[in-house]
């Protein structure tokens, strides 16, 4: 008896100490059951239209990092999948794991593999698009400067998305501030994916957030949409995916760099930081300048 | 007041009490939902990330103002849910009227 409660005992103990160890490293474990919209096995990430995640997220089509990627190569677009979604750190990370396909009937009529369209160092097309003050602007009015360019929509509601993107575009902004150099030979650019809800106006009223209130920085950074056709080919040059699905706009989470001659200088996905976007930003913007001390 | 109709009114009174409570639950169970859905995960998790921190919405209607200092009153609240304020991104399209009263109507139940 005494043994029985001993182990019993033992069992509650590494319950317990299990149970601390999760509540510790913050790991939580969900169960997403979807179907895949998209693969991008360069950034190591499935797309997925998935059923509500109780606990964790409303029913929503996203892009979700995998780790595994021989796990990844395994799933196609088309395919209705079960997978294990590990959440930590809050939330702020989260990643899928040990898929199970339930169907690979969607197959055929899936989408291709994402692809990045333009390669690293081809220039990149000069389509036009309409910013904060409903002027038309095209990428060529930022040659001589290097250009840091992401892709969001102003009502996206998840944080570690769009809300993140911005924030982290804002730090970058505020840090270029304090260096009046290399604040003029950088610009920074958020292109929506939601032309018919974000006009002009709401455009500038979502920069002015990021700027708190300061206009000026509309000089040095450009919030702007572009018709749904030019739209399009915008994402076919940086090989964006997105769609809208009620209401709501799932797309992949791009960061684009373009060199002072207007060229693809490095795209990132998921895995950057601040810190190192405006490193590369201010070193592709000082690499002309050393580039012109060379020719002159 | 005898000793048995004092346990008959405690016993009503427990009784109207359970209702009233499961009858709150019941109707704010979806309102709960949402919040869940779309307001927790800025507005209770701390996220270093994110430019400015989203207030915590608890109280929300207990004072007299909003954190961004408009009135507390439903209308005020409705507006800003579906047209979004500064960094909080509009909601509009996303949920019905129908939801947004729901949303409304649980947080006035955050003390």
């Not at chain 1, 509540?23 to 998209?38: D, E, N, P, R």
């Amino acid at each position: 008896m005494s043994g029985m409660m001993n182990r019993s005992r033992i069992a509650g103990l590494a319950a317990l100490c299990l149970i601390v160890v999760a509540c510790q490293s913050g790991t939580k474990q969900f169960t997403l059951h979807g179907k895949v919209m998209a693969k991008d096995e360069t950034a190591g990430e499935l797309t997925v239209k998935h059923d509500d995640i109780p606990g964790f997220m409303p029913a929503m089509t996203m892009p979700y990092k995998v780790h595994d990627r021989d796990a990844l190569k395994e799933v196609e677009p088309g395919d209705t999948i079960d997978a294990d979604l590990i959440s930590v750190n809050g939330g702020k990370e989260y990643w899928l794991q040990s898929f199970r396909i339930t169907s690979q009937s969607g197959r055929q009529n899936a989408k291709p593999a994402i692809k990045h369209a333009l390669k690293l160092g081809e220039p990149v097309p000069d389509i036009p698009m309409i910013n904060q003050d409903g002027k038309q602007i095209h990428f060529g009015d930022f040659k001589g400067k290097s250009v840091l360019i992401t892709f969001v929509y102003t009502r996206c509601p998840v944080p570690t998305f769009c809300p993140r993107l911005s924030s982290q575009f804002a730090r970058i902004h505020e840090d270029l501030v304090k260096t009046p150099d290399e604040y003029n030979k950088t610009h920074l650019l958020t292109i929506s994916f939601d032309p018919k809800y974000d006009t002009a106006p709401v455009l500038r009223r979502y920069g002015l957030a990021y700027l708190d209130n300061h206009a000026e920085g509309f000089a040095h950074w450009d919030f702007a949409s572009a018709d749904p056709v030019d739209m399009r080919r915008i994402a076919d040059a940086f090989g964006l995916e997105y769609f809208e699905d009620d209401n709501q706009i799932s797309h992949s989470m791009d960061i684009v760099l373009l060199t002072p001659e207007g060229k693809v200088a490095k795209y990132w996905s998921t895995e950057w930081t601040a810190a190192e976007l405006e490193t590369a930003l201010r070193e592709q913007a000082n690499s002309r300048a050393d580039r012109r001390g060379v020719k002159g | 007041m005898s000793a048995s109709s004092l346990r008959v009114g405690i016993v009503c009174g427990l009784s109207v009490s359970v209702w009233f409570l499961t009858g709150c639950t019941a109707s704010h169970e979806h309102g709960q939902e949402l919040f869940e859905f779309h307001c927790a995960e800025c507005h209770e998790m701390p996220n270093s990330d994110l430019k400015k921190q989203p207030p915590k919405l608890e109280g929300l209607f207990r004072s007299k103002a909003l954190p961004s200092g408009a009135p507390a009153t439903d209308d005020q609240v409705r507006k800003t849910i579906i047209e979004g304020l500064g960094t909080m991104p509009a909601f509009n399209g996303r949920l019905s009227e129908a939801d947004v009263r729901e949303l409304i109507g649980y947080l006035h139940t955050l003390k």
